[in-house]
């Protein structure tokens, strides 16, 4: 009987110990870090990048038309002035019937997609799919922007994509440079890497490839995709100074899997 008492008494204690555990867990999660779009800084740029595409049963999806007013709804609250946006689907027109006449479109390839709500923006050519490149005229300044959808599915080809659009990047001529996007770098060693990585040295190799070039902005923001992966991301040159950022937590609706992620930028040494 006392070692039946006594195991009872280990179980109890051990099932105590994984509610205190959960609890903590969950406590950790809900102070993740969320953008407060309210709190702008004077004198600040505030870019937004998104994959509004999602998942249904496991199967990836572009943006649905279910799915359009309520990111439009999201881009106009956010106070952004310029967007990036993965996975549009071909809606691009429809959307910005949604969004109106105070955003300027600007279609890249594979999905991508830059809107801008200040300043006036150009495109020039990006040497790969799923990107745009456009050139941001604001403040008086002129800014290389390029946002990317990287492979989702291989470590390879992101590597292989991700060293020749910087290099496009940064070849052009401008005050700063802004890389942003899903490049799909989950770089956590203590997650189930097998499953978002095929090759986590290679991901990591990709992600030092931008690092050593461009600032990561959001580095300790937190997860911006679901359950708890840090996918997107936007480097920034050190023509910027980072003021905020952090993914804008609770907008995702429907199958999306993906949070908008919001940076407010200082232009370092403005006139």
């Not at 990036?84 to 691009?92: A, I, Y």
């Not at 923006?121 to 800014?143: M, N």
């Not at 902005?217 to 995709?225: D, I, N, Q, S, V």
Request: proline share 5%; charged share 25%; glycine share 10%.
């Amino acid at each position: 009987m006392r070692r039946a008492t006594r195991e009872r008494w280990l179980e109890g204690l051990l099932w105590v110990l994984a509610a205190l555990l959960l609890g903590h867990g969950r406590g950790c999660l809900g102070a993740l870090p969320s953008f407060e779009p309210a709190a702008r800084e004077p004198g600040t740029l505030r870019l937004l990048t998104w994959n509004v595409g999602g998942a249904d049963d496991g199967t990836p999806h572009a943006l649905e038309r279910d799915d359009l007013a309520h990111v439009a709804r999201v881009l106009d609250e956010s106070g952004a002035d310029l967007v990036l946006l993965q996975e549009t689907g071909g809606s691009e027109t429809e959307l910005l019937g949604h969004l109106g006449p105070r955003w300027m479109p600007m279609p890249g390839r594979g999905g991508a997609m830059a809107f801008a709500r200040r300043g006036q923006i150009t495109r020039w050519s990006t040497p790969l799919a799923r990107a745009v490149g456009v050139t941001w005229h604001i403040e008086d300044r002129t800014f290389a922007v390029l946002g990317v959808h990287a492979s989702a599915f291989s470590a390879k080809d992101r590597n292989r994509e991700l060293g020749p659009l910087v290099e496009a990047l940064l070849e052009q001529r401008a005050d700063g440079h802004i890389l942003a996007g899903d490049l799909n770098l989950d770089l956590d060693l203590d997650k189930r890497a097998d499953l978002f990585s095929n090759d986590l040295a290679l991901d990591v190799e990709s992600y030092n490839f931008v690092a050593e070039r461009l600032e990561d902005a959001a580095r300790h923001a937190g997860p911006t995709a679901e359950p708890d992966r840090r996918l997107d991301y936007v480097f920034v040159s050190r023509a910027f100074t980072v003021r905020a950022a952090a993914p804008w937590r609770g907008h995702r609706i429907g199958t999306m899997d993906h949070e908008p992620l919001l940076v407010d930028l200082a232009i370092s040494g403005a006139r």
